[in-house]
């Protein structure tokens, strides 16, 4: 389910990767939803998401994410929330091996017309402060929207 706050939303810009950078602070020990949101104008126009990783910065730099650069092949650790039918072009967003920031494999948003739901849930310690930083970009047209969330 999609969060209806925001860390940051997007549209047609960064139109070449770039590295985005949030910190998070904990408010509570648990456990938190790392959520990304991406809705293309259509399967030609879409985003590319590389090289994820949320850090506990009190805690030495521990990586909190299990396959943020999605080199595990596969979708391991993370969880795609929307199927290919809520998509009007019936592709849904997956792990794909062109486009890639500095990898191998990437993950492309290409949902049309709705969003397609990118999440990993991981630990989070009250008090800690955490740092967000991904690699985006998108082929670019007024119709696209992205999102990233910490709930």
């Not at 602070?25 to 939803?33: Q, W």
Request: net charge negative; glycine share 6%; aromatic share 14%.
């Amino acid at each position: 389910m999609p969060s209806s706050a925001r860390i940051a939303t997007y549209t047609t810009s960064p139109t070449t990767y770039q590295r985005q950078m949030y910190n998070y602070t904990a408010i509570s020990t648990g456990i938190v939803l790392l959520e990304f949101g991406f809705k293309a104008k259509n399967p030609s126009f879409t985003w590319h998401l590389d090289d994820v990783s949320v850090i506990d910065i009190n805690a030495s730099g521990i990586e909190m994410l299990l396959n943020g650069n999605f080199e595990a092949a596969s979708l391991v650790g993370w969880q795609i929330a929307c199927s290919s039918q809520s998509c009007l072009s019936g592709k849904q967003s997956s792990l794909v091996q062109t486009n890639c920031h500095n990898s191998s494999n990437c993950y492309e948003g290409a949902c049309q017309g709705n969003y397609d739901y990118l999440h990993q849930y991981f630990n989070v310690t009250i008090g800690h402060i955490y740092t967000l930083s991904f690699w985006l970009y998108t082929d670019g047209d007024v119709k696209q929207e992205a999102y990233v969330n910490i709930s």
